[in-house]
């Protein structure tokens, strides 16, 4: 029995259980940005792009976006990190 098993590599993990987690929406665009560890992002603009590609009319909360957002650095064993916000704007960074 030992030598006809073969391990499986798991495929698409990650990428699933994020769609458990969050939505598909977020999933997919989540897929489509080049976020990168230890650069730090505005995090309205992002919010904006998303939410007016994906629920045009504003019932998607910038608060479940910062929250997703968190989950998919969770996921990929980062750390989400929020630096203290500036001006009025509120700042992400995903660190390692």
Do not use: C
């Amino acid at each position: 029995m030992k030598k006809v098993l073969t391990y499986y590599e798991p495929h698409n993990v990650k990428a699933n259980r994020l769609r458990q987690i969050t939505n598909d929406d977020f999933a997919e665009w989540i897929a489509h940005q080049v976020l990168e560890t230890n650069k730090v992002y505005e995090t309205k603009p992002l919010y904006e792009i998303f939410n007016s590609t994906y629920y045009g009319d504003g019932t998607f909360s910038q608060r479940k976006f910062t929250s997703f957002l968190k989950i998919f650095a969770n996921l990929n064993d980062w750390r989400f990190k929020q630096p203290p916000a500036s001006g009025g704007k509120t700042f992400f960074q995903f660190a390692k």
